[in-house]
């Protein structure tokens, strides 16, 4: 069963869940909501700070990537606090060389990079996404 929010998410990953797939279960839900009200309720709750720091910063760059990137015309407030935020740079793929740190500083959202969290360019697509169809129907 999805989480239906992303505090849920957060309290079922610090429970001992898998990171990777309870987010992933959380984009799910969020792009089926139906509407922009129904998507900015499993966002607009805050979720409880963990002892991963990584984590905190992370999930407020999720919510705020996902309020801009489908406009829904206001971002959470929770997502500024500065728990929301590294003080070091992290480089999510693993074993990252010079160039793949290179590239990932380059394309990381702002919502991301502003939290040095440095990323892939679309680092939330799922493959039932909207824009995950559109890129498939055209190949």
Do not use: C
């Amino acid at each position: 069963m999805r989480p239906n929010t992303l505090a849920e998410a957060v309290e079922r990953i610090r429970l001992g869940a898998s990171r990777d797939v309870t987010l992933a279960e959380f984009i799910d839900t969020f792009d089926l909501a139906s509407t922009i009200a129904a998507r900015y309720a499993t966002i607009d709750k805050e979720p409880a700070l963990t002892n991963d720091k990584r984590l905190n910063a992370l999930v407020g760059a999720i919510a705020e990537y996902l309020a801009k990137q489908h406009r829904l015309g206001r971002v959470p407030p929770w997502v500024s606090g500065p728990v929301r935020y590294l003080d070091r740079a992290w480089h999510t793929w693993p074993f990252a060389d010079d160039g793949m740190r290179e590239y990932l500083t380059f394309a990381s959202p702002a919502e991301f990079a502003s939290r040095n969290i440095f990323t892939e360019e679309r680092p939330l697509r799922r493959a039932r996404s909207p824009l995950a169809r559109q890129i498939l129907d055209q190949t």
